[in-house]
């Protein structure tokens, strides 16, 4: 079974920067071929995709929110994807959460289609 564990939230102020890690445990035989996506969740709205991964890299995709603002990328010899989060805005405060799809065929990060889920992190932005 593969497990997930997010780290690196914490309270910034506007404009500043912070780096998520999401390690991987267990079976994690096959990471390297499968998508990792982060997404996230504020408080009483719904979870959605942040930026998704392949898991050669080559491909990547932004929300629209974030784009040119976030960077995910990941090591597969260390089992880590990880979120480089800049120019953070109050709108960013949200709890994190890596996922993973356990499929080698599909680069995507469908949000109801991931099969594996980190507890998350909480990211505050906020003077």
């Known amino acids: 079974q593969l497990q997930l564990v997010e780290s690196g939230g914490g309270l910034v102020q506007p404009g500043g920067s912070l780096r998520l890690s999401c390690a991987a445990s267990?079976?994690?035989?096959?990471?390297?071929?499968?998508?990792l996506g982060w997404f996230r969740q504020a408080p009483g709205k719904e979870r959605e995709a942040v930026a998704c991964i392949s898991g050669s890299s080559s491909s990547i995709n932004y929300a629209d929110s974030v784009k040119g603002r976030f960077t995910i990328s990941r090591d597969n010899a260390l089992n880590t994807v990880y979120l480089q989060m800049n120019s953070l805005r109050p709108e960013d405060t949200a709890d994190y959460f890596c996922?993973?799809?356990?499929?080698?065929?599909?680069?995507?990060?469908?949000?109801?289609?991931?099969?594996?889920w980190g507890k998350g992190t909480l990211v505050t932005v906020s003077a």
């Open positions: 996922a993973a799809k356990f499929s080698m065929y599909s680069p995507d990060c469908p949000r109801d289609n991931m099969n594996t």
């Open positions: 267990g079976d994690t035989l096959d990471l390297e071929y499968y998508p």
